[in-house]
């Protein structure tokens, strides 16, 4: 579609502020856009640090296709959300808050989404961080029945979403709404490096209101290995990677994790790479549902006969 990324800005100032709809001009510039390739960063994140992290990714995602047009047929969309407040060096305290800005971002998106498509089919791939897959989540569960908006393939790195709410018959709901929008297949990419999901995201959703979880453990963080593990559900291992590895633009770990992060999510998305790119990143193994739920089975039988 573009080699130029677009924006969905639903945030009301580019530090702190609320979740607001998108402006119109922004829907505009969508024009007539059939396929959406949504970027959505994670917690703490002003709009000048999200340009930074989508800047990490896109010249990555250059780089492994080897022209700008990295997602041939796709418009890529930067969406910002307010994910942080704007009380300098306090902002990092602001974790309960950006989860109730993060539940209604999700439903400003799938707003901006229902109305863009206008009845017609509209095709969605999204790559989330942190937080910007709770985002993600809300999004699939504010969609309505029988959407036109078709969400396709999705990525999530590090995603800061507690595995508690992935299983059926949770408040959020997210089990049910995963199935109700037919999606393609996700693939999630975790690190259990991750200090920021091992420690820092636990004991924020605990104190946080509403039904959270009492020390949670994070989809980014490990495995989520359950019974009820979607067959379409990918995962990976991102070995060694810290909460910020991921989008690829922290020149400490851009060659190692981001690389990886990167070329894992552009195969997922089936995305054309430049053969000789591929050479020096390492490869993890990609485990499906079934793989997943097998090993679920495994724990579970141990445990009982133990």
């Given at each position: 579609?573009?080699?130029?990324?677009?924006?969905?800005?639903?945030?009301?100032?580019?530090?702190g502020?609320?979740?607001?709809?998108?402006?119109?001009?922004?829907?505009?510039?969508?024009?007539?856009?059939?396929?959406?390739?949504?970027?959505?960063?994670g917690?703490?994140n002003?709009?000048?640090?999200?340009?930074?992290?989508?800047?990490?990714?896109?010249?990555?995602?250059?780089?492994?296709?080897?022209?700008?047009?990295?997602?041939?047929?796709?418009?890529?969309?930067?969406?910002?959300?307010?994910s942080?407040?704007?009380?300098?060096?306090?902002?990092?305290?602001?974790?309960?808050?950006?989860?109730?800005?993060?539940?209604?971002?999700?439903?400003?998106?799938?707003?901006?989404?229902?109305?863009?498509?206008?009845?017609?089919?509209?095709?969605?791939?999204?790559?989330?961080h942190?937080?910007?897959?709770?985002?993600?989540?809300?999004?699939?569960?504010?969609?309505?029945?029988?959407s036109?908006?078709?969400?396709?393939?999705?990525?999530?790195?590090?995603?800061?979403?507690?595995?508690?709410?992935?299983?059926?018959?949770?408040?959020?709901?997210?089990?049910?709404?995963?199935?109700?929008?037919?999606?393609?297949?996700?693939?999630?990419?975790?690190?259990?490096?991750?200090?920021?999901?091992?420690?820092?995201?636990?004991?924020?959703?605990?104190?946080?209101?509403?039904?959270?979880?009492?020390?949670?453990?994070?989809?980014?963080?490990?495995?989520?290995?359950s019974?009820?593990?979607?067959?379409?559900?990918?995962?990976?291992?991102?070995s060694?990677?810290?909460?910020?590895?991921?989008?690829?633009?922290?020149?400490?770990?851009?060659?190692?994790?981001?690389?990886?992060?990167?070329?894992?999510?552009?195969?997922?998305?089936r995305?054309?790479?430049?053969?000789?790119?591929?050479?020096?990143?390492?490869?993890?193994?990609?485990?499906?549902?079934?793989?997943?739920?097998?090993?679920?089975?495994?724990?579970?039988s141990?445990?009982?006969?133990?």
């Amino acid at each position: 579609m573009s080699a130029n990324s677009l924006s969905l800005t639903l945030r009301s100032k580019p530090a702190g502020g609320d979740p607001v709809p998108p402006k119109p001009e922004e829907m505009s510039k969508l024009g007539a856009a059939r396929r959406l390739l949504l970027l959505v960063h994670g917690y703490n994140n002003d709009q000048k640090n999200a340009t930074i992290a989508y800047d990490g990714f896109e010249e990555l995602q250059r780089y492994f296709a080897d022209k700008e047009d990295y997602a041939p047929g796709e418009q890529v969309v930067r969406v910002f959300w307010p994910s942080d407040a704007d009380w300098g060096i306090a902002s990092v305290l602001f974790f309960m808050g950006a989860i109730g800005n993060a539940e209604e971002s999700g439903r400003l998106l799938a707003e901006a989404l229902e109305s863009h498509a206008g009845g017609s089919p509209l095709w969605v791939e999204v790559v989330a961080h942190s937080l910007g897959c709770r985002v993600t989540y809300e999004m699939l569960a504010a969609l309505p029945a029988e959407s036109p908006v078709q969400i396709r393939r999705v990525v999530f790195f590090a995603a800061a979403v507690a595995t508690s709410m992935l299983e059926p018959g949770e408040q959020q709901d997210f089990d049910n709404a995963y199935y109700c929008s037919d999606i393609e297949a996700l693939l999630s990419l975790y690190s259990g490096s991750d200090m920021v999901l091992s420690m820092a995201f636990p004991i924020g959703s605990t104190l946080a209101p509403g039904p959270q979880g009492v020390f949670p453990t994070a989809l980014g963080h490990q495995l989520w290995a359950s019974l009820h593990t979607p067959l379409t559900f990918y995962q990976s291992e991102n070995s060694g990677a810290g909460h910020s590895d991921y989008w690829g633009w922290r020149e400490k770990t851009r060659e190692t994790k981001g690389k990886f992060a990167n070329l894992t999510a552009r195969n997922f998305l089936r995305f054309a790479t430049a053969g000789t790119r591929r050479l020096g990143v390492r490869d993890s193994p990609v485990r499906d549902g079934v793989e997943v739920r097998e090993i679920a089975s495994r724990s579970t039988s141990g445990r009982s006969t133990g």
